[in-house]
C-alpha cells in the first residue's frame, strides 16, 4: 500500500482545463533527476558566459584587472542566464542539453509546445528560486504534483522521458 501510494505521489494530478487534463498521470522528475539537468545546464551557462564577459571586460570597459565573479545578482550572469535556460527551453521545446542528459523534460500546462515567453519566465524563475535561499527549489517536496518556483511561475511541470520496462 505504502509503494503504490510512493509511485502514485510522482504522477501528474490535473486540476482543470483540457491541456492539464491530457497530462494527468504523466511520471514526474524525480529530484536528483532535475538537479542534474539544472548543474549540468548551469555549467554550460558559466562556460558560455566567461568568455563574453572577459572580452567586455578587456575590450568594451578597458579594465587592466578582470575579476569574474559568477553571481545571481550581477547583471551580465542574470542575462546569460536567462538568454540560455530561455532560448534552450525554447529550441529544445522544453529541453535543454542537461535536462536531456537528466532523461527529462519540461511541459507547458498551458499549450502543446513552450513558448518563447514561457520558456524566459522559467528561466527568470530559477533566478527567483536561488534568491529565496533555496527554498524555491525545495517546494518539490511539499507540492503534489512536484512544482518549484519556476514551475509556477512558467505554469510547466518536468517529467521522466525515460521509458521503463516495469511501467509498459
Known amino acids: 500500500m505504502a509503494d503504490k501510494l510512493k509511485k502514485e505521489r510522482r504522477r501528474f494530478h490535473a486540476h482543470t482545463g483540457a491541456r492539464t487534463e491530457s497530462l494527468n498521470g504523466t511520471l514526474l522528475a524525480t529530484f536528483p533527476q532535475r538537479l ?7 555549467l554550460i551557462a558559466v562556460i ?4 563574453i564577459e572577459v ?3 578587456l575590450f568594451v570597459l578597458h579594465e587592466k584587472d578582470v575579476h569574474l565573479v559568477w ?8 542575462i546569460v542566464m536567462v538568454l540560455y535556460w530561455g532560448l534552450a527551453n525554447y529550441f529544445g521545446n522544453g529541453q ?6 537528466a532523461r527529462i523534460r519540461i511541459v507547458s500546462l498551458t499549450s502543446e509546445r513552450m513558448g518563447l515567453w514561457q520558456s524566459i519566465e522559467r528561466g527568470l524563475g530559477y533566478g527567483a528560486a536561488v534568491l529565496e535561499l533555496g527554498l524555491g527549489f525545495l517546494q518539490f517536496f511539499w507540492d503534489p504534483n512536484r ?5 509556477r511561475l512558467a505554469e510547466t511541470i518536468v517529467i521522466d522521458v525515460r521509458k521503463r520496462k516495469a511501467e509498459q
Open 36 to 42: 542534474l539537468g539544472y548543474l549540468i545546464d548551469l
Open 48 to 51: 558560455l558566459w566567461a568568455p
Open 55 to 57: 572580452a567586455l571586460r
Open 71 to 78: 553571481d545571481f545578482h550581477e547583471v551580465g550572469n542574470i
Open 96 to 101: 535543454t542539453p542537461g535536462k536531456w542528459v
Open 147 to 151: 512544482m518549484c518556483a519556476q514551475d
